[in-house]
């Protein structure tokens, strides 16, 4: 409640009246609110159409580590376009039977990577449709080998 002062006689000499003094510290937490609640609706709206790409992990050229456990390498051909074979380690593999093949081989294993090599002339196309069945045979993680800077 605002206090009230100069009721006395001192004070009213002076030519001013009551005056009246109020609290300035609360703080309006209105308009804080309306901009938070702008802000939610914006992100709730966003959300949905935000897609999520491919995990990638890139390759460290000069310092990586040795890769340990059980290797499973798949090699991509120049000629996979044409044939739709490729290598799983060092067994020709057609493309179809490449998901029940890898699902079987990582049943054992602890370590869910593959790795993938491949002829510079593989199309990204290509690339992604061996990585697309490599996800839906259960493999977490899809490396991409290449040649470091010294190596020809």
Known sequence: MPS???QGSALAGRGRGRRVSTNLAEINVVPLVDVMLVLLIIFMVTAPMIQRGIDVKLPVGQRAGA???ERLFITIPPTFK?????FLNNDRVRIEV???R???????ATDKQ???RGDESVQLQELMTVIDRLKE??????GIMAKGPGEL
């Open 114 to 116: 593959v790795y993938l």
């Open 4 to 6: 009230v002062q100069g």
């Open 137 to 142: 045979a259960g493999v977490i993680n899809v």
């Open 98 to 100: 490449l998901q029940e």
């Open 102 to 108: 890898v699902r079987q081989q990582m049943e054992r």
């Open 82 to 86: 044409a044939d739709g074979l490729l």
């Open 67 to 69: 890769i340990e456990g």
